[in-house]
């Protein structure tokens, strides 16, 4: 059966879209497929920016046209009709879905009340329960609580069930959502949360704010125009009155004769000592000197320079008061997800609606339970290879979504310069430099001590400090980072030696090993070791089996360990079968909660026939969740050969058994590939 949720509102401009995008993000981790549908649309001229966005989302695979209901004017001209063909259109698409999302109208076309009584029978009509969204912005919690009742009212004229109300746009303070969230708390029956404002969600984006000028680009990459503008800075002084006015992601307007200013902004823009600008807007009309073009087309900046024949006054009228909707752009998005997923409990609200968590899961779906996972306790991850692109814009991405805190190495002015070159904006992150004096004595000095009993002196515990990987690791040593991610640049032996150093393993364990997250078409399995102890002998291979039981468990994968081998039960005989069948023993004895067999062939580990048929009555057989193989060759080829035949997601390889998280990646990592490393990363850190 189809569940529906009914995302309404009293009113326009409510941010009702943000607890949609919230829905079918937490929808997409708990059930196979979602589906979206807006009843009403202003018409069918012009796609609904909303809704294309929302059908955009990786988790819904749904054409534009068949989310769409009708227009305003069709229900103008005939409600009942209308009507049944919202039902109708609904109906054809929602049974090919576990679970929609319905968005209500905007109220840009009929008187509000009348609207929203239309709403309430829409949702009554699709079977659907509600969630009202209610704002907060230039209000009282007593006013948006009465505001509240009166449309819960409408919808249970209506016959509906209203599960939550979420108040959005409250200003972002403590004491201000608390005063929101009690005075709404006592409303019966319903499950309450306030959202608070975020300014980048009502930003414009540059090429809005172009586009309202009537400006024409100059020079920039056209793709920037969909970032957004914070704000609107006169540029009327001189160049060291204008500098410590500039802030993050601001359109700047100039006088257009003002050809002396240009290539200070664009040094500043560029420097990484101060802020990275939306854009440069030139007021007036002047023609710019071929000097000046020669200056902007040399310099690498990507920093979108627009030209406009309106006056500062005229200009400054139109851009400061303008707003963007909320999906307008892919950062958006993502700071939209992370503020509903920060302040509203979704769970809550699939109970109340009786939406249970799917016994699959999909690779998508794994994705975006990692990064709530790591959003819901957030941990600093250290990122020592600021120089690779892909470090920068993976960082970039992770600030956005919040999965992590960042930390960054490196000079603070280069590693900004870069970024802004390219693109990616850093704000939030932490930027250490490795030269800092400080720092260096207090991590040589430790270092020294540490390694004393290998001759280790002040000195070359100092030209350790040089080396990334070691002052990095130092950090989540000092508990100054919780983990570290890196190996974009350095081997895996590089990355992984400072840990044994002096990061050590866990208690009773006594080699550090690997294993990777293999998510498959319907499922999440752990495959261990794929891609560090070449011959484990028999202690190490139960190590390794209960460090990735642990593993599996970390990310919600119940653990029954199959110890692979050429042979299942007693039926084999060899040292290489031998080895298998002592370190099962070895791990019932150390772990005995755990669910393991061994020796078993792969096929009766992952095939409930073959199972069956070989070990009857086993918890593990034909329903395996981690894999433990005999030895790198045959793990790493496994894997390998898995992702490649089978299409499979390999998230890793996850380092285990260390006191403290360090992950590896590949020097061919994709930025995708370092973004769900670090999210692994903090997610080890919060056990």
């Not at 920016?49 to 990786?58: H, K, M, R």
């Not at 109708?88 to 319905?102: W, Y």
């Not at 008187?111 to 209000?139: D, I, P, Q, W, Y």
């Amino acid at each position: 059966m189809t569940r529906s949720i009914f995302v309404a509102a009293p009113e326009g401009q409510t941010g009702k879209s943000v607890v949609a995008l919230g829905l079918i993000d937490a929808l997409t981790r708990e059930v196979g497929s979602v589906g979206v549908f807006r009843p009403i649309v202003k018409n069918t001229n012009k796609h609904d920016e909303i809704l294309e966005n929302l059908v955009a989302q990786p988790g819904v695979q749904l054409a534009y046209d068949e989310a769409v209901g009708v227009t305003y004017s069709e229900i103008r001209s005939d409600p009942d009709e209308a009507m049944a063909t919202i039902v109708t259109k609904f109906g054809a698409m929602a049974e090919r879905f576990e679970a929609v999302v319905v968005l209500g109208s905007d109220y840009t076309d009929v008187a509000s009340n009348t609207e929203l009584a239309f709403n309430a029978k829409v949702a009554a009509n699709l079977g659907a329960s509600v969630v009202l969204a209610v704002s907060a912005r230039g209000r009282a919690p007593e006013e948006v609580r009465a505001i509240a009742e009166g449309a819960i009212a409408e919808f249970i004229r209506a016959h509906n069930k209203v599960v939550a109300v979420i108040v959005t746009r409250v200003a972002d303070d403590p004491d201000s959502i608390k005063a929101f969230e009690w005075a709404l708390s006592t409303i019966p029956d319903i499950i309450t949360f306030a959202m608070p404002a975020h300014p980048l969600l009502a930003a414009p984006t540059i090429g809005a704010q172009l586009e309202a000028a009537q400006a024409k680009l100059l020079a920039g990459p056209h793709d920037r125009l969909d970032l957004e503008s914070q704000g609107v800075l006169v540029a009327g002084m001189t160049l060291p009155n204008v500098l410590p006015r500039l802030f993050a992601d601001a359109m700047v307007l100039l006088p257009g004769d003002r050809f002396e200013m240009i290539p200070g902004i664009l040094l500043a823009h560029v420097s990484g000592s101060f802020p990275q600008l939306a854009g440069l807007l030139l007021v007036g009309g002047y023609e710019v000197p071929p000097v000046i073009r020669q200056l902007i087309e040399t310099v690498p900046h990507k920093l979108p320079i627009a030209s406009t024949d309106l006056g500062t006054y005229t200009t400054a009228q139109k851009l400061f008061h303008l707003e963007g909707t909320m999906t307008s752009s892919p950062r958006k998005v993502e700071i939209g997800r992370r503020v509903f997923s920060e302040h509203v409990d979704a769970r809550r609200i699939l109970d109340a609606i009786d939406v249970a968590p799917s016994k699959i899961r999909t690779p998508l779906m794994f994705e975006y339970q990692l990064n709530e996972m790591a959003r819901s306790n957030k941990r600093r991850i250290v990122l020592p290879e600021s120089g690779d692109d892909r470090i920068l814009e993976a960082a970039s991405i992770v600030l956005r979504r919040g999965t992590a805190e960042i930390t960054l190495l490196g000079n603070p002015t280069e590693v900004k310069g870069r970024a802004t070159q390219l693109g990616f904006s850093l704000e939030g992150a932490e930027i250490i430099d490795m030269t800092d004096p400080e720092l260096v004595e207090k991590f040589s000095a430790e270092y020294a001590k540490l390694r004393s009993k290998k001759g280790v002196t002040i000195e070359q515990a100092k030209q350790r400090m040089t080396d990334p990987s070691y002052f990095g690791t130092m950090m989540v040593h000092f508990g100054m980072a919780d983990g570290m991610v890196s190996g974009a640049v350095n081997t895996t032996a590089n990355t992984i030696r400072p840990s044994l150093e002096f990061i050590k393993t866990k208690p009773g364990v006594k080699v550090v090993s690997s294993s990777f997250l293999m998510c498959m078409e319907n499922r999440v399995d752990v495959y261990g070791d794929c891609a560090v102890n070449p011959d484990p002998n028999e202690e190490q291979l139960a190590d390794i089996a209960i460090s990735s039981a642990e593993t599996a468990a970390a990310f919600g994968i119940e653990p029954r360990v199959a110890m692979l081998s050429y042979s299942t039960g007693e039926s084999g005989k060899g040292a290489d079968v031998d080895k298998v069948r002592a370190a099962t023993e070895i791990v019932k004895e150390r772990a005995p909660e755990l669910k393991v067999e061994g020796p078993i062939q792969f096929d009766a580990a992952v095939d409930p026939t073959v199972g069956n048929k070989k070990m009857p009555g086993s918890e593990v057989a034909g329903q395996a969740t981690v894999f433990i193989f005999p030895d790198l060759n045959t793990g790493n080829n496994t894997y390998k050969a898995v992702q490649r035949s089978a299409g499979a997601l390999a998230v890793g390889p996850v380092l285990q058994g260390l006191n403290k998280p360090v992950n590896d990646l590949s020097r061919g990592a994709l930025v995708d590939d370092i973004v769900n490393t670090i999210a692994i990363t903090a997610i080890q850190a919060q056990q």
